[in-house]
Structures are given as structure tokens and as C-alpha cells.
């Protein structure tokens, strides 16, 4: 760790001399990074709600020829369903109702659904035998986030954060940027998926709003100017200091930096957060929607900037991809708000060489069943969350470009070759930042915690 | 642990070494995941947490400090670093000394050391350390800043401008502040964190619960100073004591408040199963101070728990009547209605008003027997209470039915009902009537035919939400009168079906009955769920009441009551009706509150294999830790054994966690700072003497929780002023030896409930249901959709931060940006972070501002407003400099608003002095 940076992250994250975690952060991880990083930060994609590798990437041209045929018991093996199919009467297979073409040098499968992501193939890292032990969204999100089913263990970025701090003086190292999906159904998300568990709280995720201030508080009262606001810390900072040189405390020391800091992210969030300034071939890559504040186009173009300015981990979320019924429509239209401007993220990064250590990662929390769950007619169908298989894509920061790993068997219901689980996925991400995820250790509870627990292997086959 | 830095040498100078305080540490964290008390995991079937013997630990001693990467332990090829020189000095003169091994401290019942008569035990004992450790004691703090410390400490508020003018002594002061209902605000609310208390449910799609009138009992509990043990007892077990009262049912709710799952396709045993693994490692943290939560998969690395042991303790909690699945709109069984004192009172009028129609019409039964016997109803007379619809008949070929039209049957899964239909089917299968999407599993209510069995239909999801069920046997051949009814209760047991009359005996096909059901499908007779009808309906009828087989078996009786009876017995009839749906009216309204309960027959518990909920292994038996004292041979084997045991005279732990956790509350951190481990892997005490005497005499004085809190704040150790030089607060930066007074940054609560009594803005009311001060708008919505939070009017956003409503998946975020608890579980230590989001929200929160302008106009209405803003918020005068910087600040600003606010936002403000 370099001399500047430790101290912009101490300076942000508050760590003062004697402030109890601060030091204990420090006495744990004095060796970081581990290893070389690829990945200077990670953008993730977060597809909430579970969307369909079917309908998505995980192409099943045989499916066809057994439209309305029971899901055979050879396949199914048993497999623990959710109790939602599990009355079920039958299991009735469905394809894809929509279209796939191969695309690129690459040669990746896509469905119609994902135009923009089709262009921009050569630039992915597909990985199609993605797995997860959960299968209902609270216990699968919360396991995505934080390396374990039940609520408590801190977040990806919150150990990113705890680990590598934030590479900007004005701007924490963990954001998240949050987009409903206009199906208006979609599964509520919870504080806990960017929180900092066990970790001091000031490593949790900093929630960039789209109604209001975009951070909390942000915002002056009516009627103060920034000239105001400097004089009242002035006040407030020489007042500060009176007491410091009485009662010695570095915690009033640090207090004051802390009111510095945030005297200039209120001048860094609004400058981050004011998109006017992009010119007309920004809202042409990212879309129209990008300039409408809280669509996952919007929060693209807001994760570029962050990126930009240096923030670890930038966490987005897009609601609504849980498709028990109606798939044929929900999914036209979830893939509609973020196909373009995800794909469009990936090349702006490219075109301003940030892809080379940015790692964007695009994924949902499990796959969908190959059977119709509900009622299944000639146009409409739904799916079932599916945990043995499904897809995600990665890209830059040392990923393999124009890649596939891992395959899956004609159903799309069992992995074949690759397995990856959710571990493995989050030691591959803490290594592209340099990190050895079974190093970056907390002691709670008597216990050193890690993000991957006791589990988790680098998929290194993805790595360049 | 950073202190040896600083101890250590000391330690090796002063004493001799001791396996509990400098060895133990070193192993259990280096050594033990592999050489400790996990059988499976055990290498070279060698073992450190007990003693090995002379000659196996000279070789264990060697293998630590061998220069041989291949041979040095902790394994380098595993990535293990060294063990630190001083941490290897340590082990060599323990081992050269002997190396005597000791069983845990905290396994050993405290001792109290004989304090000299007259001294304050805690001074005695830390003056003592202090001269070993050549420091001297800070001088006594201020009358001012010790009235602020302590006002906040025992009352999270600050002291007065009457307390602060007044020359009440220090101890008297003390009394005052234990003596206010304040008092038991401040301690709820970190047992309320401990005890993981919330509005909502907490997994997915967080419904709402009330559990406020447990918040009540604790609230009282710490007001009447109830004693610890008897507080533990009844929260732990209060329901299986002999003629319970409701107030210790009500205490059980503590293991009720865990979070839950409505969320749809859930195992159910699986989340019934974290429940009861919830309980049992909360228990443990808030009275045993161990980790037991490490044993669910495994034996405990550091600690002596085995994986058995820890589904022993476990099989205590795993007998309520519950379920995994619960209800999102409320209270899951069990629970009990808990009615405060004016609801009673209002209840028990009505209970006579009632009583008193009832005996009215009781009267006038034989009366009416006669008079209705030989009455004939009129043709077609049907009852018009809650009535909805009736059809005269047809007949149906199998295809065509009779469509009813929208919203003619408001059926809800909550709403009573009773179809009522004369059928002549031709056909075994078919559908009578519905209100239902027309294919088989489709949603909404439905009465039908299934090989010839009456089948009937409350579905929201066919796959997980709904209620089927069916008659056992199949109809016999001819006309039939069917009735269906349904209480609205959402159980099985609330359904009947008559076949001409009869009570059928019924088969629950599917029994989950828990979500509403809005279906916008019309009313429908000879059809639904895809359906249709062959042979005749007639006599149809719909009634939003669940009717009783006296209206049919009686018809003369009812039918003389509607349309013959003279009017005075229809009086006394619509009174006694009336005077019920009263009752029921207001009773409805009662709030309940979710307790615990044993099922009448023990449950078998398991140990689960790799903590697997589907993966049983051994049945186990009700029964505490080995490493701890058994329960007494007569004590029963439940819950209420268990909390007995817990405040036995002989238990090690829950005397010592108790009081740790409450000088906790006064000092900032535990004299063993890590309050929720005093296991193996826990931090070693500073002042274990002290804290062995404070929880015997904890339990010697009746575990009277203010006299220990009395004992804490009298003593000059706690009185000592918090300012330290720049060497004491290098050489103990976190005051750890208690050379000065605590000097800490307050609770999340306390920063906003200050403000809110400084600016005169505080509304103090004592208990209740939670309130909604303001938020930022959207913070709902933009999570989890849906109409959003909406804020209180009045006094609800000036209460107390205690009350205010607590929805665990997005939590109050003042609360939070100050290091609150996200009440996602327990949690019993306090953390304290400094950050820049802290500073935006003191500045910017709307409540802040609005606290400022109120705390500005106190402050202008003075002859010195500067002062005045000091004394309501710092509780001194301001000093010279400081009086300049405000008088500028105003001068600059042209008002007092940004000096009051300024004030609120100093560094002195949100730290206890």
C-alpha cells in the first residue's frame, strides 16, 4: 500500500489514531495487496430477481423438439425445488420464445433480447455453469452479497472497502446505485446487500439516491450558500480545536477532518451527479434513458464517472427480472431498460482505457428453470428460480476477453463441465484487486471471518 | 489483540506468566483451529487445549520456534506467518515456569477478593493496578461535565438548566437520574438491540409485526428495577411459570423478535430451524457470553462446545408451536392478546354491556321457542344479515353457466363466508360455483366436484399460498343441499362442509392460507377453474358470514325472527347483536404480541449434520454444557430449567457477561472488551478481580441492576475527568487501565434525543406503539416499491429515537450512519465510527435544522444567548474564546440559527465529556 493512498483512505474512512477499528484493519492487512492486481475497482451489474439464462445466453436450440414434454426425472435428479413448483403437477419444458444468433469473432450466443450486448461479445468473459446453494431471493441476494445465506456478514464491497479503501479523497470507496425496473414488481432489495455486518459501519455501502440528494444530507439547508458553509466550519473547526488542545482527544481531531471531508464531497457528488455536461454521443451510446435519473442507464453513465474518480466498488442494482409468469413480456422489457446501456458501459470504458483495470461484472442471483412454472400457454409461460445453472458475464480487469467457461446440458438444468459457485466467483473478484481472499480476514466473535468463509477457489481459467 | 503491545512487557516484568491471561490467548487463536476442541478437524490427533504432558510440549515448543520452513508450526505451506517473538517468549517461560494449564477463566466461578471497609471496589482495584503500572489517577471532572456524563449515561439525556442551577449533590444527583422513567428509556434500548426488537419481519418482503408491548414490559421491567434474574427468567421462560400472568408472557416475546420469512416457496423447516438456531446462539451471546453459534457445523474450535452440545441447547428452544413460513400481515401464532390497563377496562364494559343484552334475550327464549314452533317460513326466506347474493336455479349442460358479474362477492382470504347450493350433478366432476380465474390452478375461491367429492378453494398461488380442501367421501348419487363455511380465521379447522346438513369430516389438501387474494374474476355458478357443470344448481345463495347449522336445522325459529316477532323481542334481539359486534369490534382492535409456548408434546431434536436442517443425525436431549455446572437434578428439562440454571448462584458466566456488558454502557467498552465472547477466543479482562467481585456481588445483592450501575457512577474511578495528556493517551489510547474518565462518542439514540431536549422539542411519553418521525422521502420505495413510509404528525416525530419504528430491511438512517445495530440479530456490543456522513446528517437532516431553529429562538430569548446554547447542550459556560467565534458566527449569519446549529454539531456535543 502506498503512502498516499493509506492516508486519503484514513483520511475518508475516518480511521483515526486511536479509533478502534482503524487500527485493527491496519494490524490485519498490512500486507495488501496480495498479489499484482488486474482490477483497480469492479462495477457490478446486479440483475435482481433472477433473470433467464434461456432466454439470455445459455442457448438450447433442442428444446424445441420437446415443447410441453415433462422435464425428465434423468435430469431433474431429485433436485430440491422451491415449494412454489413444487405442488406443481407437471414440469413442462418450454424454449425460448425468442431467437438466438452467433455474434462477434468470439462466435458467443445471444438472444434478440440483448442487441448492444451482442456487439460487444468479444469484449466478454461468459461464464455458464454459475451456481448457487440458494433458492429463494432473500437467502440467494444475501448469499450473492455477502458470502452467506443469513443476514450478518458484511458485503462484497464493504470488504473491498475495509481492505483497499477508497482511491478518491472526496468520494467513499463503495457505492451503490439502485434502478426499480418499470415491471413494478420487482423483489425488494434490503440495506443488509451493501452493508458492512460485522465490519465497523463505516464501511458500508454509500447508497447514491436518484430522488432527493444523491447522498443522504447531502444537500445545505434553504438558504446557505457555500460561502456560508465554509464560514460555519470554520467556526465549528476553530471550536473544535479549542477543546482538541484541552482535551487532548484525537477523536476530536479526527471529527474535524471528518467535516472536511464532507464539506467536499458536497462539492464532489453534485459535480459527479451533473450529467449535463456529457455531450450528445454519451446519451447516443448510453441511450436516452440516461439522462432520466434512477434508470439503470443513468446509473451506468454514474458508474462510468465513479469510475472515473477512482471508486472501488461501484454496485448497481436493476429490480424485476423474477419471471414466474408472463416471461415472454417481463423479460422483452428488463432486457430493453439495461441491454444497452451495460453493453455501452463496457465500451465506454474501453474507449477511455479504463476497461483495462475497471472489472465490470453483469449477473443475477440464480438461473431459471427449463420447465414452465404456472400456466403454460401457446404465448406465455413462466420460470421457476433455478440454482444448478446460469449465466453471467464479466469483462475487463484481467478477464479473459471473447471467452466462454463452463457449459451446461440441453435443458440448461445441470452444469456439464466447470462448475463455478458463488465463492469461487467472489475469490476471482477479490483477486483481480490484488487480494488473496482466503488473507482478507476480520476477527468477530472470536472467529477470523472472511468473505468466502471457509470455501472458494480463483477460477483462474477467465483470468488473461 | 493490540493491547500486548503495551502490557506485555509489563506483564513479563511484573508477574509471572499464567496460562489464562498470556498463553491461552496465543494458542487459541494460532493453534487451536487444528490443535484444539474439534475432534474432526484435529491434526496429528494432538491437542493444546488441554495439557499434552512435559515432554509434548517441549516438542510442541520446538516445532514453534524450528527455523525448518517443513517442520515450524503454524505451517508455513498452509500460509501461516510466525508466531511473533514476544507471543514465543511468552509460551517459553510458561513452559520453562511448568507450565501449569488452567481451565478457562471465565469457566471458573468468580471469587469476590476482600475489599478494604469503606473503599469502592472499583477504585481499590484499579488504584492498585494504576501504582503497579506507575500511572497516577485523573483528577475529579467537573460538577458540570460529571452532571452531563452522568445524565446522559443513566438517562441518555442531558441534565436540565433547573438540574444544572440547582446544588444538588453529586450522589443525590444519582438518585434523581435513577429514580426517572428516563432511566429505563436509556436501558431498553441497547436490551432491545440485544434482543434483535423490530417492527417488521425482516427476510424479503419485511410485513409488519407488533411487538411493541414487549418493548412495554422491558421498559417497566428497568423502570421498577425489576432483578436481573427474574428478568431473565420470565423473558426466557415466563409462560412455563406456575399460573403465568400475562405480563410474563408477554416478557417472552424476547425470543420471538428474531426476524422471519414470508417470502413464497421457502422450506419451511429450513427457516423454522434458524429460528430455533436464532434463539439458542442469542441466549448464549446475551447470558453466557460464548460463541456457540461456531458448533452448529462443527465442534467449537477454541471453545469447549461440542456440535452435540450445542444442539442439546438447542433442543430447549425447539419446541414452540410455529412455524417456518409465516404471516406477513401481523403476528404469527403464537401469540396472545395484550390489552393495556384502559383497553381493559374499555373491554370488560363492553364484556358487561354484553352480558347484560345476553341475559335480555336469554329471557326471552322460551317466549320465542313457543311463539316461532309451529311457524312456517315464507317461500324462498333466507337471512339478510351480511347477505350478498342468491340465484334460483338452473339447469347446466357442461358447457354453458351463468355468469354473476364483477364484485358481487368481496372475498378476501381474511373474510367469513357461506356458499350455499342445491346440486343434482350428472357428472362426478364439475364446478359449482366461483370466483376464480377459470383454469385449474388458477387464483380465487371455488366450490366444485372432484370424483364426486365436494372440493373447495381459497387459492392465491396455486403452488405455495391457498387453501384446498375436500369431504373425505364422495356424494351419493341424487340431490344434495351443500353448505360451505369458512370464519375467516385462515385455518383449516375454520372450514366446514354440510352435505344436506351434515358436518363432513374433510381432507386439507393444501393449507397455506396466508396472502391476500384479490381476483378480478366475475362471480360464476356452473363454472370455474377451467370447469363447467352438468345437471342442475338451484337454491344458491352467498352470505359474507359464516353461518351456523342451527340457521339451517332451526329455519322456523330464525324466519319467526325476521319477519314475525313483535318488536320489542326485535329490539332486545338487534341490542344483543349489536352489544356482540361491539365487543368483537373492539376486541379485534386489541394489539397482541408474539410469545413463546411449548408444544404439549416434546419435539425431537437432532443433532444436524453440517448444520444441515434436512441432514438429522443423533436425537440429543435437553441438556446444558459439560464444561459448565448441570442443571440441579430436580430442575426441569425446559426452558424454564434453562433460565433457572442461567441465574443459579453456581453459574460462572451470565454474573460476569451481565455486569461486563453494563460497564459497558458506562465506560464504552467491557472490562473483557469483547462483552459477547468471554470464551477462549475473548479478550483477556484488564481488571478480572473487579469484574469477578462486581458479579458476585451482583448476585450477592439480589442482581439489583441499579444498585450495580450506582456502585459504577459513585465510584471516582468513573468520576475522573476524561482529559488526558498526550502521553497517558498515547501509552493507553483506549483508556483500557482507567487512568481517566470515559470520554466517548454518544449512542446513536442519545445524538438525536439530545438535540430534541435541548431545543425544548422532545415529547416524554412513556411506552407505547412505535412512531414515524420524519425521513428522507423515497427511502422505501426505491428498495422495496409500495406506498412508502409515511411520517407521523405531531407528536410522533418528537419522541424518543426508542420508538421509533424499526423496519429491519431498511433501517432509520440516522440511526445507522451513528453505528447503530441493524437489528438483523443480536447484538450486544456498542462500536462507534467517525465519518463525513455523520457530519452531513448533523448538519443538513431536516430534523437537525428544524432542532436548530427551535434550540435559536431558546437562545435568543435570553440576555446571553451563547451561553444559554452551551448550558442546554454542554451543560457549561462558554469559555472566552469560544463566546467570540459564536458572537462572530452570528454577527456573520445575521441570526442565531447557524449558532445553534454549530453547537449541535461540535465534537463536545455528541461526546460524553
Avoid at chain 2, 357428472?427 to 376464480?436: C, Q, T, Y
Amino acid at each position: 500500500m502506498t503512502q498516499a493512498h493509506n492516508l486519503s483512505r484514513r483520511l475518508f474512512l475516518g480511521a483515526s489514531a486511536a479509533g478502534l477499528a482503524g487500527r485493527s484493519a491496519l494490524a490485519e492487512m498490512a500486507d495488501l495487496p496480495h498479489h499484482k492486481p488486474t482490477a483497480k475497482r469492479i462495477i457490478y451489474l446486479f440483475q435482481s430477481g433472477g433473470p433467464s439464462q434461456l432466454e439470455s445466453f445459455d442457448y438450447k436450440p433442442k428444446l424445441k423438439d420437446v415443447f410441453k414434454q415433462d422435464l425428465p426425472e434423468s435430469v431433474r435428479q431429485g433436485q430440491r425445488l422451491t415449494t412454489m413448483s413444487a405442488s406443481q403437477s407437471s414440469f413442462p419444458m418450454v424454449p425460448s420464445k425468442f431467437s438466438f444468433a452467433q455474434h462477434g469473432k468470439s462466435g458467443a450466443w445471444v438472444s434478440e433480447l440483448f442487441p448492444h450486448t451482442a456487439k460487444i461479445v468479444d469484449e466478454l468473459t461468459f461464464i455458464k455453469s454459475m451456481h448457487t446453494d440458494q433458492i429463494n431471493h432473500d437467502p440467494a441476494v444475501t448469499f450473492f452479497q455477502t458470502g452467506f445465506q443469513i443476514a450478518g456478514r458484511p458485503s462484497i464491497g464493504a470488504w473491498i472497502a475495509y481492505g483497499l479503501g477508497s482511491e478518491n479523497q472526496n468520494l467513499p470507496g463503495f457505492i451503490v446505485l439502485i434502478s426499480p425496473g418499470q415491471g413494478g414488481s420487482g423483489q425488494p432489495l434490503y440495506d443488509r446487500l451493501w452493508g458492512a455486518g460485522f465490519l465497523p459501519s463505516k464501511y458500508q455501502g454509500v447508497k447514491f439516491r436518484s430522488i432527493g440528494d444523491p447522498v443522504l444530507y447531502l444537500k445545505d439547508p434553504e438558504g446557505i450558500t457555500r460561502d456560508d458553509r465554509r464560514a460555519y466550519l470554520d467556526t465549528l473547526g476553530a471550536l473544535n480545536q479549542v477543546q482538541y488542545e484541552q482535551n487532548g482527544d484525537p477523536e476530536t481531531q479526527a471529527r474535524i477532518a471528518q467535516y472536511e471531508m464532507a464539506f467536499r464531497m458536497q462539492a464532489s457528488v453534485p459535480e459527479l451527479t451533473d450529467i449535463s455536461k456529457e455531450p450528445e454521443s454519451t446519451f447516443k451510446l448510453y441511450g436516452e434513458d440516461a439522462r432520466k435519473p434512477g434508470t439503470f442507464a443513468a446509473n451506468c453513465l454514474l458508474a462510468r464517472r465513479l469510475a472515473e474518480r477512482g471508486v472501488r466498488f461501484i454496485q448497481l442494482f436493476h429490480r424485476d427480472w423474477d419471471h414466474h409468469g408472463g416471461l415472454p413480456k417481463g423479460m422483452p422489457a428488463r432486457a430493453k431498460e439495461t441491454d444497452q446501456a451495460g453493453a455501452a458501459l463496457v465500451a465506454d470504458l474501453k474507449q477511455r482505457g479504463l476497461l483495462d483495470d475497471t472489472l465490470v461484472v453483469w449477473g443475477g442471483e440464480f438461473g431459471r428453470t427449463v420447465y414452465c412454472q404456472g400456466r403454460l400457454t401457446e404465448d406465455d409461460y413462466g420460470r421457476d428460480h433455478h440454482p444448478r445453472c446460469f449465466t453471467i458475464w464479466m469483462a475487463g480487469g484481467g478477464m479473459k476477453p471473447g471467452t466462454t467457461f463452463g457449459s451446461t446440458d440441453d435443458f440448461s438444468y445441470n452444469i456439464t463441465e466447470n462448475p463455478v459457485d458463488v465463492h469461487d466467483l467472489h475469490a476471482t473478484l477479490l483477486h483481480t484487486l490484488g487480494v488473496d481472499h482466503t488473507k482478507l480476514t476480520y476477527k468477530f466473535q472470536g472467529r477470523h471471518f472472511r468473505l468466502t468463509d471457509v470455501h472458494g477457489k480463483v477460477v483462474k481459467a477467465v483470468l488473461a | 489483540m493490540r493491547w500486548h503491545l503495551w502490557v506485555l512487557p509489563l506483564a513479563l516484568s511484573a508477574q509471572p506468566v499464567e496460562f489464562n491471561r498470556d498463553v491461552r490467548p496465543i494458542l487459541s487463536d494460532r493453534c487451536y483451529t487444528c490443535h484444539g476442541p474439534d475432534t474432526n478437524q484435529r491434526k496429528a490427533n494432538f491437542r493444546l487445549d488441554r495439557d499434552p504432558g512435559p515432554e509434548a510440549l517441549k516438542k510442541a515448543v520446538e516445532r514453534i520456534v524450528t527455523t525448518s520452513p517443513a517442520k515450524r508450526m503454524p505451517p508455513q505451506y498452509l500460509g501461516h506467518a510466525p508466531l511473533k517473538d514476544t507471543e514465543v517468549a511468552l509460551i517459553k517461560q510458561w513452559v520453562e515456569g511448568g507450565g501449569q494449564y488452567q481451565q478457562h477463566w471465565s469457566l471458573i466461578a468468580p471469587r469476590k477478593v476482600s475489599v478494604p471497609a469503606g473503599a469502592n471496589a472499583i477504585d481499590y482495584f484499579v488504584r492498585q493496578r494504576l501504582t503497579r503500572e506507575n500511572l497516577a489517577p485523573s483528577p475529579r471532572a467537573s460538577r458540570e461535565a460529571l452532571m452531563r456524563r452522568v445524565a446522559l449515561d443513566l438517562t441518555g439525556l442531558p441534565p436540565s438548566l433547573d438540574d444544572l442551577a440547582s446544588d444538588i449533590s453529586y450522589p443525590a444527583y444519582v438518585d434523581s437520574l435513577l429514580a426517572s422513567p428516563r432511566y429505563a428509556e436509556r436501558m431498553a434500548i441497547r436490551w432491545l438491540e440485544a434482543a434483535r426488537y423490530a417492527d417488521t419481519n425482516g427476510y424479503q418482503s419485511d410485513g409488519e409485526r407488533s411487538m411493541w408491548r414487549w418493548r412495554d414490559w422491558v421498559l417497566n421491567a428497568f423502570a421498577t428495577n425489576m432483578p436481573y434474574d427474574r428478568f431473565t427468567v420470565e423473558q426466557l421462560a415466563g409462560d412455563l411459570l406456575p399460573n403465568a400472568t400475562r405480563d410474563q408472557k408477554i416478557a417472552t416475546g424476547f425470543h420471538r423478535n428474531h426476524r422471519t420469512t414470508a417470502e413464497g416457496g421457502i422450506v419451511d423447516e429450513e427457516f423454522r430451524v434458524e429460528y430455533v438456531a436464532d434463539r439458542s446462539e442469542t441466549t448464549a451471546a446475551v447470558w453466557l457470553g460464548l460463541t456457540v453459534g461456531c458448533a452448529r457445523c462443527h465442534d467449537h474450535k477454541y471453545d469447549p462446545i461440542s456440535q452435540k452440545e450445542y444442539y442439546q441447547l438447542f433442543s430447549f428452544f425447539n419446541q414452540v408451536p410455529e412455524k417456518g413460513f409465516v404471516f406477513n400481515f401481523g403476528n404469527e401464532e403464537p401469540y396472545i392478546k395484550a390489552p393495556l390497563p384502559d383497553q381493559e377496562k374499555r373491554l370488560s364494559e363492553l364484556d358487561a354491556k354484553l352480558e347484560v343484552a345476553r341475559k335480555r334475550w336469554d329471557g326471552l327464549q322460551s317466549k320465542i321457542r313457543k311463539a316461532s314452533a309451529k311457524f312456517t317460513p315464507p317461500v324462498g326466506w333466507l337471512s339478510m344479515d351480511d347477505f350478498v347474493l342468491r340465484f334460483a336455479g338452473a339447469k347446466f349442460d357442461g358447457k354453458e353457466f351463468i355468469d354473476g358479474g364483477l364484485n358481487k362477492t368481496p372475498l378476501n382470504f381474511q373474510d367469513p363466508f357461506t356458499f350455499m347450493a342445491t346440486i343434482k350433478p350428472e357428472e362426478p366432476n364439475g364446478a359449482i360455483l366461483s370466483k376464480s380465474e377459470d383454469y385449474w390452478e388458477g387464483t380465487g375461491h371455488g366450490l366444485y366436484l372432484v370424483d364426486g367429492k365436494v372440493r373447495l378453494h381459497v387459492v392465491f398461488r396455486w403452488t405455495d399460498l391457498g387453501l384446498r380442501l375436500e369431504t373425505e367421501k364422495p356424494l351419493p348419487p341424487g340431490e344434495h343441499q351443500i353448505i360451505a363455511t369458512y370464519d375467516g380465521k385462515r385455518k383449516p379447522g375454520g372450514f366446514h362442509i354440510y352435505v344436506d346438513g351434515v358436518d363432513q369430516p374433510l381432507k386439507i389438501l393444501f393449507n397455506e392460507l396466508s396472502w391476500p387474494i384479490d381476483s378480478k374474476e366475475p362471480f360464476r355458478i356452473g363454472a370455474g377453474g377451467g370447469k363447467r357443470f352438468k345437471g342442475e344448481i338451484r337454491d344458491v345463495a352467498i352470505w359474507k358470514r359464516e353461518l351456523t347449522p342451527a340457521e339451517w336445522t332451526n329455519r322456523s325459529y330464525y324466519a319467526w325472527l325476521d319477519v314475525a316477532a313483535p318488536p320489542e323481542i326485535a329490539q332486545a334481539r338487534r341490542e344483543f347483536q349489536a352489544a356482540q359486534r361491539e365487543r368483537d369490534k373492539y376486541f379485534a382492535t386489541i394489539q397482541t404480541v408474539m410469545v413463546m409456548q411449548d408444544s404439549p408434546t416434546w419435539r425431537k431434536t437432532y443433532l444436524l449434520r453440517r448444520g444441515a436442517y434436512d441432514a438429522p443425525g443423533d436425537e440429543v436431549q435437553p441438556i446444558v454444557p459439560a464444561a459448565l455446572p448441570p442443571m440441579p437434578a430436580g430442575a426441569p428439562r425446559n426452558r424454564l430449567g434453562l433460565a433457572r440454571w442461567l441465574v443459579s448462584r453456581e453459574h460462572p458466566l451470565t454474573a460476569r457477561v451481565t455486569v461486563n456488558r453494563f460497564w459497558q454502557t458506562l465506560f464504552g467498552a467491557g472490562l473483557v472488551k469483547t462483552v459477547e465472547d468471554l470464551g477462549s477466543q475473548g479478550e483477556w479482562p484488564v481488571y478480572q478481580d473487579l469484574l469477578d467481585w462486581l458479579a458476585v456481588e451482583f448476585m450477592d445483592t439480589g442482581w439489583d441492576v441499579k444498585r450495580l450501575l450506582k456502585t459504577m457512577v459513585l465510584s471516582e474511578t468513573y468520576q475522573q475527568t476524561s482529559k488526558a495528556s498526550a502521553e497517558l493517551t498515547q501509552r493507553d489510547p483506549e483508556n483500557r487501565l482507567l487512568a481517566r474518565g470515559p470520554r466517548l462518542r454518544l449512542a446513536p439514540e442519545m445524538i438525536r434525543d439530545q438535540a430534541l431536549a435541548a431545543s425544548g422539542l422532545l415529547v416524554e411519553k412513556f411506552g407505547g406503539p412505535s412512531v414515524k418521525p420524519p425521513q428522507p422521502p423515497g427511502l422505501w420505495q426505491e428498495l422495496a416499491g409500495g406506498s412508502g413510509y409515511k411520517a407521523d404528525e405531531g407528536e410522533g416525530r418528537y419522541r424518543r429515537s426508542l420508538y421509533t419504528y424499526w423496519r429491519r430491511t431498511i433501517q432509520p438512517p440516522s440511526m445507522i450512519t451513528f453505528d447503530s445495530p441493524t437489528r438483523e440479530s443480536c447484538v450486544v456490543r456498542e462500536t462507534r465510527t467517525n465519518t463525513p456522513l455523520q457530519a452531513l446528517n448533523l448538519m443538513n437532516d431536516e430534523a437537525y435544522v428544524e432542532a436548530a431553529l427551535r434550540l435559536a429562538a431558546r437562545m435568543s430569548a435570553t440576555a446571553d444567548p451563547v451561553a444559554t446554547g452551551f448550558r442546554l447542550v454542554l451543560a457549561r459556560e462558554p469559555q472566552a474564546k469560544e463566546r467570540e467565534l459564536l458572537l462572530a458566527a452570528q454577527k456573520r449569519f445575521g441570526n442565531w440559527n447557524q449558532v445553534a446549529s454549530i453547537i449541535l454539531n461540535l465534537d463536545e456535543a455528541v461526546t460524553k465529556p
